[in-house]
DNA sequence: TATTGTACCTAACAACTGTTAGATTGTCAA
DNA sequence: TTGACAATCTAACAGTTGTTAGGTACAATA
């Protein structure tokens, strides 16, 4: 991809998250870039156009870091304890949470979902739907293999997930992304779900 | 307080609530208080003091309904258990979350933390800080006089707190707050209380 | 050498932005 | 009736907005 185009599209992201896509102008994208107005429709059809490709490689992203989550339920029973650990860490808290570019997409979403019903749609189904249902399954398999007793799948879906969704938008969600601010959500998830499966154990 | 200043002020923050503050102008407002721009100037000193005027009455809103709460752990023991319950649910759903205005000034604010600092602070003090003390409080309070087994009760907290947080982003922080999303809210969030104590009682 | 295509530029457009100066009403007390 | 005040208006300002038309510089191709 052509490199103009690409600061252009990293720039428009950095300003869409921090103020919202129509707080944001033109102008203010090619100050950053260092490029004159009129060059940003070479590379875009219109400035809806930025926003488009921006959602766009975010949902291709997420999509493959899914799958790869979905993937991790299909091997083996042994190791699915062992690998279920590590690829939720890896896969949804340091590649799609703490993640520069998703982080930004979803500081993007949750300002304009607030007015534009197809965003919501979008923020609705990447942070709440699909990995709620993502742990309704991984809850629903260890049920079925005995490893917990029976229980409601989808309200220890919820149980799990909502502790870790609090502290995404105290930590992550807010301000810039800091170092700082990842090792307090790392803290503070990595407990949540230590304590969650010690808990679980005992009943 | 005038009529007309009163208008301004509801939709304002109507406005405010959906697309930000930057994102409406003045002629916005005006369109539909119908008035001509330069009245507002006659009510208000510019911009920013509509702004500052509709979050400084939320935080006197909010501080008699913390207020409030807090009183209900004050009083005599054996009303303790049944005052909680109804106090939680009328105080800090009814009146807070599932409130027109409060809800409002949430929205607004969930966008404008994202760009400035002074905003953030508000939103973590009204969203996590202040209901995550108070849960504590409760909690340390039920282990002390013995209906609950010793226990972090920070932790406790977060569990009981964080699925409410995320029941109200999911149905009462995304589009209009209407009637039916309400409903959803309360069937979750209600439920989720239950089974709260429920499992607390078995421990 | 002439032509073509890429990637940028200057300059302008009409509409919109927050804000102000000054005029115009209607409603009271003197 | 006069004067004062509150509440609104008209009209304009300087700056910003998304977008476009048309020009320029430079590389690769024919």
């Given at each position: ?14 300003l869409f998250?921090?103020n919202g896509f129509s707080a944001v102008s ?178």
């Amino acid at each position: 991809m052509n490199e103009t185009k690409q600061k252009i599209l990293d720039v428009a992201l950095d300003l869409f998250s921090q103020n919202g896509f129509s707080a944001v102008s033109i102008r203010d994208i090619c100050k950053v870039v260092d490029i004159k107005e009129s060059s940003v429709y070479y590379h875009f059809k219109n400035k809806q156009a930025i926003l488009d490709e921006l959602l766009q490689h975010f949902e291709s992203i997420a999509t493959g870091l899914m799958n790869q989550l979905e993937q991790a339920l299909t091997i083996t029973q042994k190791t699915i304890e062992e690998n279920l650990f590590e690829q939720t860490c890896d896969c949804f808290f340091e590649k799609y949470l703490m993640d520069e570019y998703c982080n930004k997409i979803m500081r993007l979403l949750s300002i304009e979902r607030l007015s534009n019903y197809e965003m919501q749609k979008i923020y609705n189904y990447w942070i709440f739907d699909k990995p709620l249902n993502f742990q309704t399954k991984v809850f629903s398999l260890l049920i079925s293999i005995g490893i917990i007793k029976t229980a409601d799948s989808k309200y220890l879906a919820v149980k799990f997930y909502a502790p870790i969704y609090l502290f995404a938008q105290q930590w992550l969600f807010c301000g810039t992304l800091t170092d700082e601010h990842k090792q307090f959500f790392r803290g503070n998830a990595y407990e949540h779900i230590n304590n969650f499966f010690k808990e679980m154990e005992g009943i």
